[in-house]
Every structure is written in structure tokens, then in C-alpha cells.
């Protein structure tokens, strides 16, 4: 079975629709409900830290830290998940977006780790402990400690992840990898790119400002790439077991 852009791929699909309505609520109650700390409590922390819950892995990603963000990120959504969902349907792409936002997550929290361990070795057990404990009431209070190493740990143990960009990189990638030579226009860029090569762009700005450590950008680059990664194998695997089954998507 062979499925063709048509027109119904500018009407939005239920669910591009309801993540963008969902994503937009979660938002208007960090604003409204303001005697609690939904970011806090719904933003994803790493598994040592007092602030994390197993449930986070999920919620995290339908919190923004801002309206831009949440704007860009329901933008992309709602550009490239439609025509994601007209082909595979309501429920692959459902699965998609889910698998790809916690893989991103998960990525995230295994690339804190890494990075938690390398600052640990110029600590004592005691100064590390010390973090343990007290470093996410100091996080809650707006502040952090003095020496930069301290901080730098309390940071990575303590820090909130929120957003659903690794998801929405894991729709940029099957874009990619479904429509590759689709014509796109880039802001800057005055003439058209193949989706094939945004995508690849896209990868290698996320690889080297991850690996760059820019500080002071708050971005989760390995987030965004844990979306990308988790989204090939299921692409990947969705392509091969669709052609065993005699059904071409592609």
C-alpha cells in the first residue's frame, strides 16, 4: 500500500493536535498555578537527586522553560508531525513521539552521569556527600554554592530537564528519513534544502555544541540527539518489518 502527500496533510491530525493542546496546558498551569512548583515537580532530575520521580521521564516533556520554547518546539510539531501522522497513523506516530521523548530523556540522564562521575574525582567523599545532601534544597532556594566545582556538580545532580525538543528532533529525523529530498526553506538561508541534509545539519550542530560544553545556553544537545537516535532504530526497524509484511510507507 502506497500512501501520497495529499491535501489532507494540511488539516491537523488528532493527535498533532492534541500534543500541541496538551503541551499548551501544561504550560498555562506552571503560569496559573503558581503555589506550586510544576516545573520542579514534573521536570526531569537525576535519579540521585531528592527532586526526582520515576514518573518524570514522561511529564518532562510537555513542560517548557518559556513561551518561545514552547512555541518553537508545538511549531515543528505541528509542521512536521501532521504529515508524520497522516502516514503512519494516529497510533505509530503516537508511539513515535513517546519513544523518541524518552529516549531523549534517558539519554540525557546517562550523559549527566558520565559527566557527574568525571567532576566527582576532584571532590572528596565528604564534599560529595555534603552535595548530596543539602545541594538540592540550596538548587530550591535560587542559589548554589560558591566553588565551581561544587556548583558545576550540584548542577548536573540537581538541574531540571524540561521540554520536548528530543522528541521533536526524533520527527525531524523520520522527516528526513520518509520525505528526503522534500524541498524545505531554512530561516536564514534564502533558497531551499532537502529535508535529508537539514536533518544531518541539524546532527552535527547538536554533536558539536554537545561535545563543545557551551556554557550558559541551557540546551540539552544529548537530548536532542537521544531523540534522533532512538528515532532512526525505530524508523529502521518500522521500514523492515513493513516490508516484510508487504507494506511500503516509503
Not at 508511539?95 to 566527582?120: D, Q
Not at 544529548?222 to 511500503?248: E, P
Request: glycine share 10%; hydrophobic share 50%; charged share 10%.
Amino acid at each position: 500500500m502506497n500512501k501520497r502527500i495529499s491535501n489532507s496533510y494540511f488539516n491537523t491530525p488528532s493527535v498533532t493536535k492534541n500534543l500541541i493542546i496538551i503541551n499548551a496546558l501544561f504550560w498555562l498551569a506552571t503560569i496559573i498555578m503558581t503555589k506550586l512548583d510544576l516545573t520542579d515537580m514534573l521536570g526531569l532530575h537525576y535519579p540521585i537527586s531528592k527532586g526526582f520521580r520515576l514518573y518524570q521521564i514522561i511529564t518532562y516533556m510537555f513542560m517548557h522553560g518559556s513561551l518561545s520554547h514552547l512555541f518553537f518546539n508545538m511549531f515543528a510539531v505541528y509542521m512536521f508531525g501532521r504529515i508524520l501522522e497522516s502516514v503512519w497513523g494516529s497510533k505509530r506516530f503516537l508511539t513515535y513521539y513517546m519513544i523518541t521523548g524518552i529516549g531523549a530523556g534517558l539519554v540525557n540522564l546517562l550523559v549527566a552521569y558520565i559527566r557527574i562521575k568525571a567532576v566527582e574525582v576532584n571532590l572528596t567523599p565528604d564534599a560529595i556527600a555534603e552535595i548530596y545532601q543539602k545541594g538540592y534544597g540550596i538548587i530550591k532556594q535560587g542559589m548554589n554554592y560558591t566553588g565551581p566545582i561544587y556548583a558545576q556538580l550540584n548542577i548536573l545532580i540537581n538541574a531540571t530537564t524540561v521540554g520536548a525538543s528530543g522528541a521533536v528532533f526524533g520527527i525531524l529525523l523520520a522527516f528526513g528519513m520518509l520525505f528526503p529530498n522534500m524541498q524545505l526553506f531554512i530561516i536564514p538561508f534564502p533558497f531551499p534544502i532537502k529535508a535529508k541534509y537539514m536533518v544531518t545539519g541539524y546532527g552535527i550542530i547538536e554533536l558539536f555544541a554537545g561535545f563543545a560544553g557551551i556554557k550558559g545556553d541551557n540546551i540539552a544537545h544529548f537530548a536532542h540527539l537521544g531523540g534522533m537516535l532512538f528515532g532512526v532504530i525505530l524508523v529502521l526497524y518500522w521500514r523492515k518489518k513493513d516490508r516484510d509484511n508487504g507494506t511500503y510507507y516509503y
